[in-house]
């Protein structure tokens, strides 16, 4: 979309920072937080929050977020040739009748890429 947006406000940022140690994320964030909607992260305890949970699912969700009316999922990819993350963005009116759908092939495109591309515990084991 050509928007630079921080990573803590936005879902593959924070997807990607997942792949970061707790006191990595707080140097790479900071602690000033611009908030670009009422829907914003505005502190580190609630980014680290949202951190934990995608660390428990995979998937990362932004509502309403950095853009308000658009939603996000994404997923984060850690492979030989890097980090990367998929989003995907969605009206959010839309997004709400088909999450189960977005969230099903999210998942299946990230494992065909990781199938593809190579996963870095594939180099060390």
Excluded: H, W
């Excluded at 853009?67 to 959010?92: K, N, Y």
């Amino acid at each position: 979309m050509g928007l630079k947006l921080p990573l803590y406000s936005i879902s593959g940022g924070r997807a990607l920072l997942v792949l970061e140690c707790d006191e990595d994320v707080r140097v790479m964030v900071g602690e000033a937080y611009r908030e670009l909607t009422d829907k914003t992260v505005k502190t580190l305890p609630q980014l680290m929050a949202l951190i934990n949970e995608v660390r428990n699912s995979g998937i990362s969700y932004d509502r309403g977020e950095p853009l308000e009316g658009i939603s996000i999922i994404a997923v984060a990819l850690d492979t030989l040739f890097g980090r990367f993350s998929i989003s995907l963005l969605v009206p959010t009116t839309r997004f709400q009748k088909n999450e189960a759908i977005y969230l099903e092939d999210m998942l299946k495109c990230k494992e065909a890429l990781m199938r593809e591309i190579g996963k870095i515990a594939a180099v060390e084991g």
